[in-house]
């Protein structure tokens, strides 16, 4: 067995990085493919969501067509978000520039090794430009597919020093669980003229959990705001009780979660258990009605963190996540932009109304805390850590 000893959380902040906001598929879906269809070198190609339709064989097309070019195209799938990859679309990704790799098979008898995902979301070309954002290779962001239904979803598009690590990432990871070297471009990550500071964060499944430090050590340092929008709220003691206190010293507090439009309704049932106390302490809550909110995304005053994570303790304990930071008042002023458009089509959860909520949302609610206890205590008695995949090769 092959351990991890020295893991990178944390990179350090760079400048003369550029950043650019893309909403929905119908913008970063294009700006992807036309990547790769420029790509000269190398692409790095790793995703939890993957599902055989229309976009996945759009990107198998473009990823074949670089690989008979000449290109050398990695490729990471989890096996879990590629469930629905069908096996005649594993079969095309077969080319010798073209290597694959399915993260942590999943098998019937290791239930709780099961549990551990590459969640994370990069696509990174010849070292000059990285996407990342929560999006995934899938219909369901399609607005040519699912039409008003497609999930909502934000990614970014980066330029600059910052993809050498995004890079580095991809790379220490691959060779963990694969043999095949991966020969990077000459001299990736050049300057952008917009001169933007941002850093990559992440985390390792059970390991020390430098996204939630990072989002911690922000809220606490805000003075203005924190608008966090993600899908999936299911947050740690230690973050509500730093949102509770920012609210309380006068930080506009507020919070984006999906309504009743989404993929997981007892993720939503486990995150809104937590409303009554945040409501009665002054955060404000907005639920998203037109469609599946997907966004992963934090704004404290001018620092920004966009990429795989939800935030919520369990995706950050037992899943490999990564988040492009920002600190530049630019691309704050962008995303509080989108924020503020989401806000429009949201409804807003009013402590009183939220009392007089029906009887039957009240026990589901009780029911699925029930089940997340339940979890929560399993987890510290079997010491899931020591099951962790990510700390090992898997066994031939």
Not at 233 to 240: A, D
């Amino acid at each position: 067995m092959k351990y991890i000893t020295n893991h990178t959380q944390v990179y350090p902040w760079q400048g003369d990085n550029a950043f650019e906001l893309l909403k929905d598929g119908e913008q970063f879906y294009p700006a992807m493919l036309g990547a790769i269809e420029q790509a000269q070198h190398t692409i790095l190609f790793e995703f939890y969501l993957v599902e055989s339709g229309l976009v996945c064989d759009r990107f198998i097309d473009a990823l074949l067509q670089a690989a008979q070019r000449g290109v050398r195209v990695y490729i990471i799938i989890d096996d879990m978000g590629g469930d629905l990859l069908k096996e005649t679309d594993r079969q095309r990704l077969q080319h010798h520039h073209l290597h694959l790799l399915i993260y942590n098979p999943l098998r019937w008898r290791k239930v709780l090794v099961n549990m551990y995902r590459d969640h994370r979301k990069q696509l990174s070309i010849d070292g000059q430009l990285s996407f990342t954002g929560g999006m995934g290779i899938s219909d369901v962001f399609s607005q040519e597919v699912k039409g008003a239904e497609a999930w909502r979803e934000t990614a970014i598009l980066i330029r600059g020093p910052v993809v050498n690590d995004w890079q580095q990432a991809f790379v220490e990871h691959w060779q963990h669980w694969h043999d095949h070297p991966i020969s990077l471009p000459p001299s990736p990550g050049s300057p952008q003229p917009q001169a933007m500071r941002g850093r990559l964060v992440m985390t390792s499944g059970g390991q020390q959990l430098a996204l939630k430090r990072s989002l911690i050590q922000a809220v606490r340092n805000a003075q203005q705001r924190i608008w966090l929008t993600t899908a999936y709220f299911m947050p740690s003691r230690k973050l509500r009780r730093e949102l509770r206190r920012a609210d309380q010293r006068g930080v506009d507090v507020r919070l984006l979660l999906p309504g009743a439009k989404t993929d997981h309704p007892s993720a939503r049932y486990i995150g809104s258990r937590f409303y009554h106390r945040l409501l009665r302490d002054g955060v404000r809550i907005f639920e998203y009605q037109p469609r599946f909110l997907h966004v992963k995304q934090a704004i404290c005053d001018d620092w920004v963190s966009i990429g795989s994570a939800n935030y919520d303790r369990w995706s950050l304990r037992l899943s490999l996540e990564a988040n492009q930071e920002i600190d530049d008042a630019r691309i704050a002023s962008q995303a509080r932009e989108l924020f503020l458009q989401d806000i429009e089509q949201s409804e807003e959860i009013l402590f009183q109304h939220w009392l007089r909520r029906p009887l039957r949302q009240r026990l589901r609610e009780i029911f699925w805390g029930w089940v997340d206890r339940l979890l929560e205590a399993l987890h510290h008695r079997r010491k899931l850590e020591r099951r962790n995949p990510f700390r090992r090769r898997p066994p031939p």
